[in-house]
């Protein structure tokens, strides 16, 4: 079983839709958490950090679960730029530098 | 300012051949990671560095695999002899995570590397 897990997709949705992804990670002592966007054939980038209140950016809000262990993306109003491969990240405690990666979920929005 | 530049972008290279893959860091950044990615497994941490030492490497491969950091602004990924089965995207990344510790890591554009 990965260490984090989320639906590859992909989501394909028109644009001005709401969607939202989910991911969950297996380890207990895992400590900070971030969406990073991945358009295709190009480079991760941060996308938000998310932090256990919640936390929104524009139309992009992130949301943690600890108990369940899960993490939260929900996207207002899709763009056709809002295309990428979103992947969830975490990092645990004693190795905050080092980040572990899910295998992303793919979003396609269209006209 | 530039980010993190990686060479060469491209790579298409013969079973049993060296392959060397180079990053360079952006300044000021004392983290550098290397990372494969494929369509299989994802993006995978194979080593990183913290102030030039290699801190964790327990997600290279096996011994074909190698890396050097010789100084602060300069990386190498050195795959002897190279497989078919190592034909992926790599990518370097550095961070700089500071008194806050949050490890944004900023990565290069990557090298697509094929082997035949």
């Known amino acids: 079983r990965k260490e984090v897990e989320q639906d590859p997709g992909p989501f394909n949705v028109p644009e001005g839709a709401t969607v939202a992804f989910n991911c969950t990670y297996s380890n207990s002592a895992s400590q900070s958490f971030f969406w990073y966007r991945q358009d295709c054939r190009k480079e991760p980038k941060l996308l938000m950090s998310?932090?256990?209140s919640g936390n929104e950016d524009g139309r992009f809000t992130a949301q943690l679960n600890r108990a369940s262990q899960y993490i939260s993306l929900l996207i207002r109003d899709s763009k056709l730029s809002d295309s990428a491969t979103y992947l969830c990240v975490v990092t645990h405690t004693g190795t905050a530098s080092k980040l572990t990666f899910g295998t992303g979920t793919r979003l396609q929005v269209t006209l | 300012d530039a980010g993190v530049i990686q060479s060469p972008r491209h790579e298409v290279t013969e079973m049993g051949q060296e392959v060397t893959l180079r990053c360079k860091p952006i300044s000021g950044h004392d983290y550098l990671f290397w990372y494969r990615q494929t369509m299989m497994r994802g993006l995978e941490l194979l080593i990183y560095?913290?102030?030039?030492?290699?801190?964790?490497d327990s997600g290279m491969p096996e011994d074909r695999f190698s890396a050097k950091m010789p100084n602060a602004s300069f990386s190498t990924l050195k795959i002897q002899p190279s497989e078919p089965r190592d034909s992926a995207v790599y990518f370097c990344?550095?961070?700089?995570?500071?008194?806050?510790?949050?490890?944004?890591?900023?990565f290069g554009p990557g090298t697509r590397l094929l082997v035949l």
């Open positions: 998310v932090y256990s």
């Open positions: 560095f913290n102030n030039n030492v290699p801190i964790d």
């Open positions: 990344a550095s961070s700089n995570p500071g008194l806050a510790g949050v490890p944004t890591q900023y």
